[in-house]
């Protein structure tokens, strides 16, 4: 059997004909296996979603419990059996839930590993190398420019920012789920114990992850009636990076703006965003960690998508690791 005749590339997403069922599709199908809740890899209006648990509950969170025909959890490391097909979920490292999906047929294994990040996380279970035939890579940083620093170091700038602007408000931008909670227990293990204050978007994911055994400690609405806009001076406030230019930010005093993400390694990105103090802080592995992984993982062949194909396959080629571009549309990631 050909890796090909396992897993294809098909408009909706990646495709397993003798399991009949596609990899985050990204338009309604019968049958959907979902590594992540990331709105690109997560979509409502499929007939059968199999996922991990969390994730099953950030999809009903996020697009209503009806989201979906009928849904099924996959326990980590679950032997599960679809058509002629077994596939296990793997931990991803990415945000909670984030699973990898590995296929197999006859003795092929193809790893579909989603969205990862090999470093430890707090919030979430940390990726697992999974040995296999193919390994299909993301490749969102996939230049060798991308090195993203230590989180917490990150997470010291933001509070020596704090510290030495006591009459502004930090306004940090981060995306609703992962980045939102991981800066939150970042910050919380910085030993800052202050009240976070938090733009309505956030807040059900936020309760979630605490329903989870993930503490972020005293979270509080950042609306006016939480208090006058001379309350919030000193104040850190995390949302969207979308609400930062609506009315909502205006309320708060001389607002610094902040947004932890790993496109802020790229000044330019930051100048255009008009954001002043840029916290380089990623879901997803940088360029040295990409290589590490498939290093590790030490597959027969590398499948890449999602990103900077181009740059990792031309990677694979100098180690001598057979590598092809999937071009899979339709992936954007909200949560980099
Ligand atoms: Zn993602």
Not at 143 to 153: C, G, K, M, Q
Request: hydrophobic share 40%; net charge negative.
């Amino acid at each position: 059997m050909k890796p090909e005749d396992l897993l294809i590339p098909r408009r909706e997403g990646l495709y397993c004909p003798p399991g009949d069922f596609f990899i985050d599709p990204v338009r309604g199908v019968d049958r959907a296996l979902i590594t992540h809740g990331h709105a690109d890899h997560a979509r409502a209006g499929h007939g059968h979603v199999l996922a991990t648990a969390e994730t099953l509950d950030i999809m009903a969170i996020r697009y209503g419990a009806d989201h979906a025909g009928a849904t099924q959890p996959a326990g980590l490391g679950e032997v599960i059996r679809i058509g002629d097909v077994t596939v296990t979920f793997h931990p991803a490292g990415h945000v909670l839930g984030s699973a990898q999906i590995a296929v197999e047929r006859e003795g092929m294994r193809i790893v579909a590993s989603g969205d990862y990040k090999p470093r430890p996380d707090p919030t979430c279970a940390t990726f697992e190398p999974v040995a296999c035939d193919v390994f299909i890579t993301e490749a969102t940083f996939a230049l060798p420019v991308f090195r993203h620093p230590i989180a917490a170091d990150e997470i010291g700038r933001l509070l020596r920012s704090v510290s030495r602007n006591p009459e502004r408000a930090h306004l940090v931008g981060v995306y609703s789920l992962g980045k939102a909670q991981r800066v939150i227990r970042l910050i919380r293990d910085a030993g800052y114990h202050q009240p976070l204050y938090i733009h309505g978007a956030l807040q059900k994911l936020c309760d979630y992850y605490e329903s989870q055994g993930i503490g972020l400690g005293d979270l509080r609405p950042a609306t006016v009636a939480a208090g006058a806009k001379g309350d919030f001076a000193g104040a850190i406030v995390l949302g969207p990076p979308s609400a930062f230019g609506e009315k909502w930010a205006r309320r708060f005093p001389d607002p610094l703006v902040s947004f932890a993400s790993g496109w802020m390694q790229v000044r330019a990105r930051a100048r255009q965003r008009g954001v002043e103090l840029p916290l380089v802080i990623s879901d997803h592995a940088d360029w040295d960690e990409l290589a590490e992984t498939i290093k590790t993982v030490a597959p027969g062949e590398v499948w890449v998508t999602h990103g900077r194909e181009e740059a990792l396959v031309r990677w694979c080629a100098m180690q001598g690791i057979p590598a092809r571009p999937l071009h899979l549309v339709g992936y954007e990631d909200e949560g980099d």
